[in-house]
């Protein structure tokens, strides 16, 4: 209860995904992109990070802690569906040579990231675009309106 | 700090605005409209709650706490080139035929909100509709990403 406040211990997200999550949205900030952890984008869906650049670009972001995590991942084809370019982030222990080629490579650590290896791009259909966006806006005002207004217990709908 | 926790007071926001803000807020989630307060469209221009409906809908609700309130604001016309509907928020004291026609009224207090006269639709163009709401997304997001990760001092560009 003595301990001076700047020797506080952070608080760290508890899962190492989490923990490269938080690294991931610090890092993608830095290129002006926005982002929203463990977004929905559709039933059955779940991603890591969605980040929203200054022109709407959509990247998905999937943080893999180690080996068995990245094996143990069966959807991420799927989420190529509902985003412009999709990265991998990993930190610096992870054996890159396991990933697929076609996708993109962010170094991270819980502090900060780096994209090494750029995505390529396929664009989102104007309609499909307008659903995630959407999506990813709805998703981000309902959480903040979860921290501003603890008291209130609020539901949304996303599909 | 022997208080019981379930009688500790209410953190209430501390301008009278605010405070039906919060209400518009959790009114409009009953709508499944999810709100971003104080939000900035375009330079020069910012709106005391933006919110986004389950189809897309834009709403502008500006907050009024009184006759004075009311009166000094010269910007409202400006509001109306960001929305689909838009509305006045007042709280019951309020003397409503002061408001002009062809706009929304919606009666809050701190807790809750009632649209009690429906605003007329004029729906944005999709280019305007599009800014819109990645500007609501990247503020929702940028702000969410500030209360989960307060150790991270991000900057992030709207325009």
Redesign the interface.
């Given at each position: 209860m003595d301990q001076p406040v700047d020797s506080l211990p952070?608080i760290l997200p508890p899962l190492p995904g989490q923990r490269l999550g938080?690294g991931v949205?610090?890092g993608l900030?830095?290129l002006?992109f926005?982002?929203?952890?463990e977004l929905v984008p559709a039933p059955g869906l779940r991603v890591d990070v969605m980040a929203?650049g200054?022109k709407?670009e959509v990247w998905v972001v999937e943080c893999k802690s180690g080996r068995a995590d990245y094996r143990a991942d069966r959807k991420w084809a799927g989420y190529l569906d509902w985003c412009d370019r999709f990265f991998w982030a990993v930190d610096a222990a992870f054996p890159v040579d396991l990933l697929p080629e076609g996708t993109g490579l962010i170094l991270a650590d819980p502090y900060d990231a780096e994209v090494v290896r750029m995505a390529p791009e396929v664009t989102l259909s104007p309609a499909r675009r307008?659903v995630v966006?959407?999506t990813?806006?709805?998703t981000?005002?309902?959480?903040?309106?979860g921290?501003?207004?603890p008291?209130?217990v609020?539901?949304?709908?996303f599909f």
């Amino acid at each position: 209860m003595d301990q001076p406040v700047d020797s506080l211990p952070e608080i760290l997200p508890p899962l190492p995904g989490q923990r490269l999550g938080r690294g991931v949205c610090r890092g993608l900030r830095a290129l002006d992109f926005v982002c929203v952890e463990e977004l929905v984008p559709a039933p059955g869906l779940r991603v890591d990070v969605m980040a929203l650049g200054p022109k709407g670009e959509v990247w998905v972001v999937e943080c893999k802690s180690g080996r068995a995590d990245y094996r143990a991942d069966r959807k991420w084809a799927g989420y190529l569906d509902w985003c412009d370019r999709f990265f991998w982030a990993v930190d610096a222990a992870f054996p890159v040579d396991l990933l697929p080629e076609g996708t993109g490579l962010i170094l991270a650590d819980p502090y900060d990231a780096e994209v090494v290896r750029m995505a390529p791009e396929v664009t989102l259909s104007p309609a499909r675009r307008k659903v995630v966006l959407r999506t990813f806006a709805r998703t981000a005002a309902a959480r903040l309106q979860g921290l501003r207004d603890p008291g209130f217990v609020g539901d949304v709908r996303f599909f």
